[in-house]
């Protein structure tokens, strides 16, 4: 579970780039954070993961305050950032083991997984290359194994499926499902609609730094007249542009 009360944010100039948010992204439950771009999505993503300080406000994960425990909280969950450019000069392998090191993984656990993981996201025969030499969705699959190596039980994804082949992104959204159904948490932001429209439990709409809505998809339609989320969105957002998937 990942609960945020009162985050708020500011740089250059006070300009709030969180302004005053609170939610609850609960266990068993994909939760689709959405917003134009500048809205505040990523700024948020980096407090819930002790990247950027709040200039106030709490985050809990697991009911433990990062702020406080930070290496306790974030052994709760697996991060991917919006850029998988990290590590270029490594080898896939050399990577993973070193983020199996980070967080402990034994020797006999991270080889099966990083097999599991790497066949399934078909770049297991590519991990012996450097990182440089892969193309954008490939540093994006290495990324997604290093995070899930851990088996931790909250995910927090910042559009992980740029970059992605079809195969893949269907492969991760297959993983999402399946991570919630065993009572675990995603949260993940993302421009793409129909992504979140069919496969969130719960979305969470976020602009100039507040959060203009939270809930269901059946909650969102019952509260813009059976609107679809792409127009309930750009009504709510002054007509940002989603991207299409």
Known sequence: MI?????TKSYAAGVKAVDDLSMTVQNGEIFGFLGPNGAGKTTTIKMITGITRPD?????IDKIDIQREPLRAK???????DSPDMFLRLKGLEYLNFIGDVYGVPADVRKTRIRE?????????????????????????????GVL??????WILDE????LDPKSAFILKQMMREHAQKGYSVIFSTHVLEVAEKLCDRVGIINKGKLVMSGTYDEIKEKSNDASLEEFFLSITEGGEPAHE
């Open 3 to 7: 609960e945020l009360y009162n985050l």
């Open 56 to 60: 106030s406000g709490t985050v809990l």
């Open 160 to 163: 992980p499926m740029t970059g």
């Open 117 to 145: 993981l790497g066949e399934r996201f078909e770049i297991y025969d590519k991990l012996g290359d450097q990182m440089q030499t892969y193309s954008h969705g490939m540093r994006q699959k290495a990324v997604l194994i």
């Open 75 to 81: 052994r709760q969950f697996g991060y991917v950032p």
């Open 149 to 154: 190596l851990h088996e931790p039980s909250n």
